[in-house]
Nanobody
Framework: QVQLVESGGGLVQAGGSLRLSCVAS????????MGWYRQAPGKQRELVAT???????NYADSVKGRFTISRDNAKDTVYLQMNSLKPEDTAVYYC????????????WGQGTQVTVSS
């Protein structure tokens, strides 16, 4: 079964750190783009960070300088290191994978809750 499985969410105080992990299992051909999105209560899902072909990265302005996305192709895993967390980072974080060339596909993880207390 092809799926993305996230882990690493939790409760942390403002200024703290968390590292999210997302393992892509059952995928035969690696996705070109992997990333993290988040959705806070009452808000739309938004892009947090993406990594293209394991090299080029892109971040939302709100997390630049605090979050780092990385990818370990050998483990089919993408990480999101989150430092200097703020209460406004509280959201459900979703892993995303997409491949635009054949075989094309798009996958979402089930989400992991991140709660930052003030």
């Amino acid at each position: 079964q092809v799926q993305l499985v996230e882990s690493g969410g939790g409760l942390v105080q403002a200024g703290g750190s968390l590292r999210l992990s997302c393992v892509a299992s059952g995928i035969i051909v690696r996705p070109g783009v992997m990333g993290w999105y988040r959705q806070a209560p009452g808000k739309q899902r938004e892009l947090v960070a993406t990594i293209i072909n394991g090299e080029s990265t892109n971040y939302a302005d709100s997390v630049k300088g605090r979050f780092t996305i990385s990818r370990d192709n050998a483990k089919d895993t993408v990480y999101l290191q989150m430092n200097s967390l703020k209460p406004e980072d509280t959201a459900v974080y979703y892993c995303h994978a997409r491949r635009v060339t054949i075989p094309a596909y798009e996958l979402w993880g089930q989400g992991t809750q991140v709660t930052v207390s003030s």
